[in-house]
């Protein structure tokens, strides 16, 4: 699902339900059977996204492809340090932030990533490629209903369910 709003130099999302579709983008990658993608998210986002039903049951600990970093720089810097490791197991990269002002720091680190295994979606209008509108009620690149927009609780029931999920 990803790859429907995804472009080679990343993209923003914004609009009344970004939320709900970065939250099912992170489900999708985390739970589809045969998937071989990593997700790195800096904690503040993962934190905005699942909210303290997240951090309460600490299923970030439970997933190995879940990656929470500590910081944007930190998600920067485990990216750098997993290029070209996982080239030969086809293993893409879902990368979720909030870039903000560190938007070139952000662009300059898509720059050096090979463009085929890193899927980058920020949270906010993002200057250095597309920018989707998300929302429902109004006109966006939605395609139609084929996506399930996922609320915190709804988010975090789909990955506790899920069969790929560790603690099932």
Known sequence: MARIYSHPQGAGLIGADA???LRAT???A?????????VVVPRADL???FGPALRNAQLQNLHPALHPTKTLEDSIEYLEGR?????AEHTSFLWIASPGN???VVHQALQHHPDDNLIALFRGAWPYGPTHLIDKNRSGPLYGSQIELLSPGRAIAKLVASTSWPCH
């Open 30 to 38: 985390l739970t589809t059977a045969g998937s071989r993608i990593e």
């Open 83 to 87: 290029e070209g490791s996982t080239t």
């Open 19 to 21: 939320d709900g579709l």
């Open 26 to 28: 992170i489900v999708d």
């Open 102 to 104: 560190d938007a070139d």
């Open 47 to 49: 934190d905005h996204l």
